[in-house]
T-cell receptor
Framework: KNEVEQSPQNLTAQEGEFITINCSYS?????LHWLQQHPGGGIVSLFM???GKKKHGRLIATINIQEKHSSLHITASHPRDSAVYIC???????????FGKGTLLTVNP | DTEVTQTPKHLVMGMTNKKSLKCEQH?????MYWYKQKAKKPPELMFV???????INESVPSRFSPECPNSSLLNLHLHALQPEDSALYLC??????????????FGPGTRLTVT
């Protein structure tokens, strides 16, 4: 069983909509990472957070350590936001990233 | 400079060929990683170098041979690969690999096709 679960697996939205992608983890972590991957492309690190909330432009990431849950929000979504968003956990005695299976986001114009 | 570069972008090789993938960063990071990613799957860790020494080998077959000639460069030497090794190979780096978590910076990847 994967220790990092993401939902939904697929998400289709209309341009301008508010998007939420969820991530739950079952292991102790030192940080939670949100990554973006465009089709056929490399990976871009969006956020790394261990508590609270971070904001960068239209992207907001939150984490609730007690509930072992993180969310990635996209405000005013745009077709260029279409990508796979991956949640990954790091820390404990193992510094490796444990990846979720990713959420494929499609934003239609 | 917050960039990890990888060359080549695409590589097609036969099963008897020997080729190498190259990764470079100039952020002063002392941990570098190789990942393999199959289509529609998350990346799988292959190797980790820490301070130019191999610290993790995730039971990767010996036909993949990593090398870290200096703190900025990471190579992956390929020999006698199989068609199932076709994948996107991603390099990443972070400040270090121990202690508190550090953000990993990923390169654009090399798309490898083994024929």
């Amino acid at each position: 069983k994967n220790e990092v679960e993401q939902s939904p697996q697929n998400l289709t939205a209309q341009e301008g909509e508010f998007i939420t992608i969820n991530c739950s983890y079952s292991v102790g972590i030192s940080a939670l990472h949100w990554l973006q991957q465009h089709p056929g492309g490399g990976i871009v690190s969006l956020f790394m957070l261990s508590s609270g909330k971070k904001k960068h432009g239209r992207l907001i990431a939150t984490i609730n350590i007690q509930e072992k849950h993180s969310s990635l929000h996209i405000t005013a979504s745009h077709p260029r936001d279409s990508a796979v968003y991956i949640c990954a956990a790091s820390g404990g005695s193992n510094y490796k990233l444990t990846f979720g299976k990713g959420t494929l986001l499609t934003v239609n114009p | 400079d917050t960039e990890v570069t990888q060359t080549p972008k695409h590589l097609v090789m036969g099963m008897t060929n020997k080729k190498s993938l190259k990764c470079e960063q100039h952020m002063g990071h002392r941990a570098m990683y190789w990942y393999k990613q199959k289509a529609k799957k998350p990346p799988e860790l292959m190797f980790v170098y820490s301070y130019e020494k191999l610290s993790i080998n995730e039971s990767v077959p010996s036909r993949f041979s990593p090398e870290c000639p200096n703190s900025s460069l990471l190579n992956l030497h390929l020999h006698a690969l199989q068609p199932e090794d076709s994948a996107l190979y991603l390099c990443a780096s972070s400040l270090t690999d121990g202690g508190p978590s550090y953000e990993q910076y990923f390169g654009p990847g090399t798309r490898l096709t083994v024929t």
